[in-house]
């Protein structure tokens, strides 16, 4: 057994039943790190026999294997990595899925060149010289992975410049550069958000994406609507999908009124309820998608929902007697003054949705002002620079 100190690589394998995979990659990623000083950290979310197999590996392998049992899939694979990232027992850390489908014979080619200290991560492509994807399951995945890395780089053009595969899950970091707190890991993407928020200093090393050695893959259509929203919200800040949202409850509420009026129903009842019916969609829509990082440490469900309920009823009954005075004093004429509320009204409801409804529940010893701007900044500017 080698040392359980000074420990130079943490290789960090986040698990989700992978229980007839385990015993092949420990015994492939000992061969491969012979000489070097590793250590495998198992970050495991599985409903199998996972631990148990990884507790009995551990007791006869030839490095240390630890392995970290997690009661919650908090933020699924992207979250299992960074609690990988903070347990390792070394800066240098390397992440790799518990599959096989990345060879751990590449180990020591990736730290090879990290170990030349000249960048932050190391990143294994299957889109550069030499690396292939012949693992992915069909053409369908072969395509979505194609046009998602694509659209992904052409949506950072600069912080991805010398990246040919930011979706790899199969990279060696200094975890030093890796802001953990700010970080909201959704879903499978986490080296796309590692490499989105800050500009790092990346290298590529070309690697063959393996078929499974065993069991299913957990990729699926929801891992795919995720990666969008994390896209977006990566791209454009939180006040996009906001909109997004809003934008859609308008279509939807329309629609709502069109069918209730046909249907014979009187036009300010059919408003009421269309109305009503949306700031509820809204409500569940964002609170899955726009705000749920944030959830954990405001207030109950209940009181962000009558917060946001009050607000937008409040927002509705103010804004037309505002429009009133803008056309009756004004001279406006309706549709702008419409469309002018409706603006501010945006804004406002973004504010305070962010602000308040979904407001940490201390806010410590920071000045109010101070941190109501820090609290605006942060929601609404995007992470990253074009
Ligand atoms: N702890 C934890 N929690 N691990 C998870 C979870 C989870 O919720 N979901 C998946 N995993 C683990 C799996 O057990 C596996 O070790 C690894 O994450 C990758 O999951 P797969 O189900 O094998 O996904 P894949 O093969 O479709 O995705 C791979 O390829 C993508 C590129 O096409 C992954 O390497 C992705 O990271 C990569 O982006
Ligand atoms: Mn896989």
Redesign the pocket.
Known sequence: MRRWFAVQLSII??????AP?VGELVRRVAAATEGIDAEIVF????SDATPDEVVRVAASAPLPVRLIH?AR?R???G???LEGLEAAEADACLV????L??PPEEIPALWQRFRRGDVDVVVAS?YVGGGT?G???DRT?VLV?KASTGLTRAMFPIRLKDVSDP????FLIDRRTVDTETLTPRG????LEILARRSLRVAEVPFD?AT?HA?????SVR?GVHFLTQLTALRFGKMSLFAVIGGLGALVNLAIMWGLTHAGVDYLVAAIIAAETTIIGNFLLQERFVFQDMTGAASGVWSRFAKSFAFNNAEALIRIPIIALMVETWHFSAVVAAAITLVFAFVLRFVFHSLVVYAPQRVGEVSPARHFLDELDAQAMSPGEL
Do not use: C, W
């Open positions: 394998v986040p698990t989700y039943n992978e995979n970050v495991d979310d599985s997690r899939r933020g699924g694979l979250g299992a990595v790799m899925d518990g599959d489908q990345h299957r994807s693992g992915l399951a995945r992975s979706m790899t899950g199969f499978f993407k986490i080296l994406f499974r069991g299913e893959s957990k990729a891992q």
